[in-house]
T-cell receptor, first 114, second 109 residues
Framework: EAEVAQSPRYKITEKSQAVAFWCDPI?????LYWYRQILGQGPELLVQ????????DSQLPKDRFSAERLKGVDSTLKIQPAELGDSAMYLC????????????FGSGTRLTVV | EDQVTQSPEALRLQEGESSSLNCSYT??????LFWYRQDPGKGPEFLFT???AGEEKEKERLKATLTKKESFLHITAPKPEDSATYLC??????????FGKGTLLTVNP
């Protein structure tokens, strides 16, 4: 069964350092999403890509977060500088355009900022 | 602003004790109501999509139903392996998925 690959699974970083997460969506899925999930909460959308274009980044803290999907396939989410409040699970998901069968999520990256 | 509220926050059942989880939603122009299962430390796993009031979908011991304001996830004769967090999400006319906080289900043997 096709999967969304994410790395690393866990990341511990010090406050003010830079950190990056990588996502490889299911082959053929044009739409890619980055979500942030704080413990005990539902996922919140950070950024949505259609192929290589950003279609929604209204909830992305652009002063410290950036995301790219240069060739319309895999994607990188970066935080610089990291803050204590950024500790969360960062989830990547992908879907076909109509997403009728839902979004397929990766296993996520658990970020701890110390 | 689209909103999704799930209740209860946590539910503890004995094996075989059937129950229901609730998801109330307020979205403009519903384009799908989604149910996911999430195990600890993992990403959400897709269960169902419902599109119109009166629609029902089933998978093993789970059945999801939809009204104009709510969705229910019915769990019949649950087993310990059904223990997980169940997330509800609504997609509105902007095609953005809004999640609830989830219901943590624990099924004791």
């Amino acid at each position: 069964e096709a999967e969304v690959a994410q790395s690393p699974r866990y990341k511990i970083t010090e406050k003010s350092q830079a950190v990056a997460f990588w996502c490889d969506p299911i082959s053929g899925h044009a739409t890619l999403y980055w979500y942030r999930q704080i413990l005990g909460q539902g996922p919140e959308l950070l950024v949505q890509f259609q192929d290589e274009s950003v279609v929604d980044d209204s909830q992305l803290p652009k002063d410290r977060f950036s995301a790219e999907r240069l060739k319309g396939v895999d994607s990188t989410l970066k935080i610089q500088p990291a803050e204590l409040g950024d500790s969360a699970m960062y989830l990547c998901a992908s879907s076909l355009v109509d997403a009728g069968n839902g979004y397929t999520f990766g296993s996520g990256t658990r970020l701890t900022v110390v | 602003e689209d909103q999704v509220t799930q209740s209860p926050e946590a539910l503890r059942l004995q094996e075989g004790e059937s129950s229901s989880l609730n998801c109330s939603y307020t979205v403009s122009g519903l384009r799908g109501l989604f149910w996911y299962r999430q195990d600890p430390g993992k990403g959400p796993e897709f269960l169902f999509t419902l599109y119109s009031a009166g629609e029902e979908k089933e998978k093993e011991r789970l059945k999801a139903t939809l009204t104009k304001k709510e969705s229910f996830l019915h769990i019949t004769a649950p087993k310990p392996e059904d223990s997980a967090t169940y997330l509800c999400a609504a997609r509105g006319s902007n095609y953005k998925l809004t999640f609830g906080k989830g219901t943590l289900l624990t099924v004791n043997p």
